[in-house]
């Protein structure tokens, strides 16, 4: 997990390792918040989505009673190939069935890799 201090490191981080662990913790103190709660949580998600960033899980900062500072977030860039296929999987439509199932047949023998590591990242 980077230990990033400000949003702009995070981004720069993402160029490298397209998926960053980031805690609640983290993320309160790179906003400059002084404790969690709901409104917190929203305007985090705002300031992720202003910054074209993607999370999840998502229920973490979208529908969270009780926030705790060790609560992981997944960060990734919502237009990188992990990004997209992240996306697609967590937004389900015909358009992204379509993007995953090209992604898929474009080269066979990355595909199961590819699927495999949506799985890992989405805990399954």
Known sequence: MAENSSIDELVQDLESEPIQVVTLLRLREIFGYKRLGNRVLVDI??????RGLGYFPREILDANEQPRQWEELRIFRKQSPVGKLVTAVLEPSHENDLFL???S?????????VLDQIRTLLGD
């Not at 998600?45 to 202003?50: D, F, H, I, V």
């Not at 047949?105 to 890799?113: I, L």
């Open 45 to 50: 998600s705002k300031e992720l989505a202003n």
């Open 105 to 113: 047949t474009n080269d066979e023998t990355n595909a199961a890799a």
């Open 101 to 103: 199932k090209e992604a």
